[in-house]
């Protein structure tokens, strides 16, 4: 093809791309300019221009101008399959990119034998091979951070790919399992995810011996190991506990966190499979639930419907009474994926938990280990109107300190005048979980208002009637750090020492010291708190007030507080 043909037929292509690129423009989109959508244009005609089928052609590029006209173009070419959007927008906010533009034309196009672009096919096109052709701009981003970004999405369109291909069979599987468990709630649990509650990801048989087969979808690329030795030990042992032979699937939540349709953990459902009634090995359906199974009804989820039904009869609620309906409604907005996998004492705790607050929103704080003690759900309820990014932050690093535990995953949910947030933590190997009513009363005592908590802390220890005076006092004299700190309780003692040199006068002694230990603090640490009554000199440098010097193996370290 000579040089004028082929600019004649760049220019063609880019005017058909062009103008589907303009159609597929969604009502609320800004429209492009004429200058804007020749430029898009010509970049997706650029980053389509080869590509070997059953492979994705990513391409991504700077545009340089005026301040206005700073950002960054990706392309996306792929086959049509589903999962491709969501996948790829939630790849990119999760490489801290905000989405300002994203268009999806999906073509009917034909290419030659070395995969190059010939032709956009117009018309119905009937029998023509569908491409998917994803525009996005974003604000620009540094040559290491495109590395990084084009990494992630081959990674995340790689699982799309693996798990559309692998569709039919990731069903088939689940299919078998349920046909095999005794435990018919269990068996039409796994029905009810197959017929599409259910966005199923990956398969994979783990035997006793610690090796895998018939890896499925994403189990045959990067998330071939859903769980680690340990955990699938103790899985093995579940199975063959007391009463649990026949039961399943047993659920549980992976450390992988899903590539495909939204960035969440992966949700495992096992299943023991037995030969010659023996346990062999376990069956691993990993997937996410879709939308449909998380709002749907708890009457009409399998295994649910059943802990709904004892409850009503346990408490003897009528299902049109108050209470009735208040349990319904409790179990319809507490998360599916969670409540699944919980006991029937964990899941009754934490419904009457709900009920209970939904008409008298407080603070609580409540505490459930998974199966296999491999993570812990902290459930937080809080007043809407008290509810910031501030006060979820300040509860994850209480969690977080109080479980030794990293942060996995987090969720918040408004219903009526009460917020309730959700955390997934991961637990280390070996884990000891907090005590849950301290750190219920932590909670209320950071939600309550600093000055009611340290004036309730000060009616304990002194006389009730004075508390809210000295409370009004010293109170807002503590800085945050402090706050976050130390809390409530030690403010209290703090005040208590300085109103006590303060109250024998210039005669009495200036200074005052304490030894004492927090919760927390290793073994072998002892912290010295010293107190000043005016002047410019303190032990550790802090001047009037308090200071603290923490001591362990020798070594100290000060803090101003």
């Given at each position: 093809m000579g040089a004028k043909s082929a600019s004649s037929a760049a220019k063609s292509l880019e005017a058909a791309l062009a103008q589907r690129l303009s159609a597929a423009l969604l009502p609320g989109d800004a429209p492009f300019s004429a200058e804007g959508l020749a430029a898009a244009a010509a970049f997706l005609r650029s980053a389509a221009g080869q590509r070997d089928s059953g492979e994705v052609a990513i391409t991504i590029e700077t545009v340089s101008g005026s301040a206005a006209e700073r950002f960054m173009r990706i392309g996306v070419i792929n086959d049509d399959m589903p999962f491709l959007v969501d996948s790829i927008a939630t790849t990119i906010a999760a490489q801290g990119l905000a989405i300002d533009r994203l268009v999806h034309p999906v073509l009917p196009v034909r290419r030659d034998g070395a995969g190059v672009l010939t032709e956009v096919v117009e018309g119905e096109a009937a029998g023509e091979k569908r491409e998917s052709m994803v525009y996005l701009e974003t604000r620009r981003a540094d040559a290491r951070q495109r590395r990084a970004l084009e990494s992630a999405l081959r990674a995340t369109l790689g699982d799309v790919r693996a798990a559309v291909a692998d569709w039919p069979r990731l069903?088939?599987?689940?299919?078998?399992?349920?046909?095999?468990?005794?435990?018919?709630?269990?068996?039409?649990?796994?029905?009810?995810?197959?017929?599409?509650?259910?966005?199923?990801?990956?398969?994979?048989?783990?035997?006793?011996?610690?090796?895998?087969?018939?890896?499925?979808?994403?189990?045959?690329?990067?998330?071939?190991?859903?769980?680690?030795?340990?955990?699938?030990?103790?899985?093995?042992?579940?199975?063959?506990?007391?009463?649990?032979?026949?039961?399943g699937p047993l659920v549980v939540k992976s450390n992988h966190v899903s590539n495909v349709h939204r960035r969440t953990p992966l949700d495992l459902f096992i299943v023991p499979v037995f030969e010659g009634g023996k346990l062999e090995s376990l069956s691993v359906h990993a997937g996410i639930w879709t939308s449909a199974g998380l709002a749907a009804a708890p009457t009409q989820v399998p295994r649910m419907r059943t802990q709904l039904s004892d409850l009503?009869?346990?408490?003897?609620?009528?299902?049109?009474?108050?209470?009735?309906?208040?349990?319904?409604?409790?179990?319809?907005?507490?998360?599916?994926?969670?409540?699944?996998?919980?006991?029937?004492?964990?899941?009754?705790?934490?419904?009457?938990?709900?009920?209970?607050?939904?008409?008298?929103?407080?603070?609580?704080?409540?505490?459930?280990?998974?199966?296999?003690?491999?993570?812990?759900?902290?459930?937080?309820?809080?007043?809407?109107?008290?509810?910031?990014?501030?006060?979820?932050?300040?509860?994850?690093?209480?969690?977080?300190?109080?479980?030794?535990?990293?942060?996995?995953?987090?969720?918040?949910?408004?219903?009526?005048?009460?917020?309730?947030?959700?955390?997934?933590?991961?637990?280390?190997?070996v884990a000891k979980l907090p005590d849950e009513a301290a750190l219920d009363a932590r909670l209320q005592g950071m939600l309550r208002g600093w000055?009611?908590?340290?004036?309730?802390?000060?009616?304990?220890?002194?006389?009730?009637?004075?508390?809210?005076?000295?409370?009004?006092?010293?109170?807002?004299?503590?800085?945050?750090?402090?706050?976050?700190?130390?809390?409530?309780?030690?403010?209290?003692?703090?005040?208590?020492?300085?109103?006590?040199?303060?109250?024998?006068?210039?005669?009495?002694?200036?200074?005052?010291?304490?030894?004492?230990?927090?919760?927390?603090?290793?073994?072998?640490?002892?912290?010295?708190?010293?107190?000043?009554?005016?002047?410019?000199?303190?032990?550790v440098r802090c001047g009037p007030g308090a200071g603290e010097l923490r001591l362990s193996g020798g070594r100290g370290s000060a803090d101003r507080t």
């Amino acid at each position: 093809m000579g040089a004028k043909s082929a600019s004649s037929a760049a220019k063609s292509l880019e005017a058909a791309l062009a103008q589907r690129l303009s159609a597929a423009l969604l009502p609320g989109d800004a429209p492009f300019s004429a200058e804007g959508l020749a430029a898009a244009a010509a970049f997706l005609r650029s980053a389509a221009g080869q590509r070997d089928s059953g492979e994705v052609a990513i391409t991504i590029e700077t545009v340089s101008g005026s301040a206005a006209e700073r950002f960054m173009r990706i392309g996306v070419i792929n086959d049509d399959m589903p999962f491709l959007v969501d996948s790829i927008a939630t790849t990119i906010a999760a490489q801290g990119l905000a989405i300002d533009r994203l268009v999806h034309p999906v073509l009917p196009v034909r290419r030659d034998g070395a995969g190059v672009l010939t032709e956009v096919v117009e018309g119905e096109a009937a029998g023509e091979k569908r491409e998917s052709m994803v525009y996005l701009e974003t604000r620009r981003a540094d040559a290491r951070q495109r590395r990084a970004l084009e990494s992630a999405l081959r990674a995340t369109l790689g699982d799309v790919r693996a798990a559309v291909a692998d569709w039919p069979r990731l069903q088939q599987a689940m299919a078998d399992d349920a046909d095999s468990l005794a435990d018919g709630e269990g068996a039409a649990l796994l029905r009810w995810f197959k017929d599409g509650m259910l966005t199923q990801l990956g398969h994979v048989l783990r035997h006793r011996d610690g090796s895998q087969s018939g890896a499925l979808g994403i189990c045959r690329r990067g998330a071939k190991s859903l769980l680690g030795p340990i955990s699938y030990d103790r899985a093995f042992a579940w199975f063959e506990g007391k009463g649990r032979a026949g039961r399943g699937p047993l659920v549980v939540k992976s450390n992988h966190v899903s590539n495909v349709h939204r960035r969440t953990p992966l949700d495992l459902f096992i299943v023991p499979v037995f030969e010659g009634g023996k346990l062999e090995s376990l069956s691993v359906h990993a997937g996410i639930w879709t939308s449909a199974g998380l709002a749907a009804a708890p009457t009409q989820v399998p295994r649910m419907r059943t802990q709904l039904s004892d409850l009503m009869t346990r408490f003897g609620f009528a299902p049109q009474g108050h209470a009735g309906k208040a349990l319904v409604h409790a179990l319809t907005a507490l998360p599916h994926d969670l409540l699944i996998g919980f006991t029937d004492d964990d899941l009754e705790r934490i419904a009457t938990t709900m009920m209970s607050l939904v008409d008298r929103p407080r603070p609580k704080l409540a505490l459930v280990p998974a199966a296999l003690m491999r993570h812990v759900f902290a459930f937080a309820w809080l007043p809407r109107d008290i509810m910031s990014t501030a006060t979820r932050k300040q509860i994850e690093a209480m969690l977080v300190e109080a479980c030794g535990a990293p942060l996995l995953d987090w969720s918040l949910e408004v219903e009526g005048s009460l917020a309730m947030l959700r955390f997934v933590l991961d637990l280390p190997e070996v884990a000891k979980l907090p005590d849950e009513a301290a750190l219920d009363a932590r909670l209320q005592g950071m939600l309550r208002g600093w000055n009611e908590a340290v004036e309730s802390e000060i009616a304990a220890s002194e006389d009730p009637s004075r508390a809210a005076a000295i409370a009004a006092r010293f109170a807002e004299a503590f800085p945050l750090a402090y706050r976050s700190a130390y809390g409530p309780a030690e403010a209290a003692q703090d005040i208590a020492r300085l109103r006590k040199l303060a109250g024998e006068g210039e005669a009495g002694p200036r200074r005052d010291a304490r030894l004492h230990r927090m919760a927390g603090d290793e073994a072998g640490t002892l912290r010295l708190k010293v107190y000043q009554r005016g002047g410019g000199y303190c032990p550790v440098r802090c001047g009037p007030g308090a200071g603290e010097l923490r001591l362990s193996g020798g070594r100290g370290s000060a803090d101003r507080t």
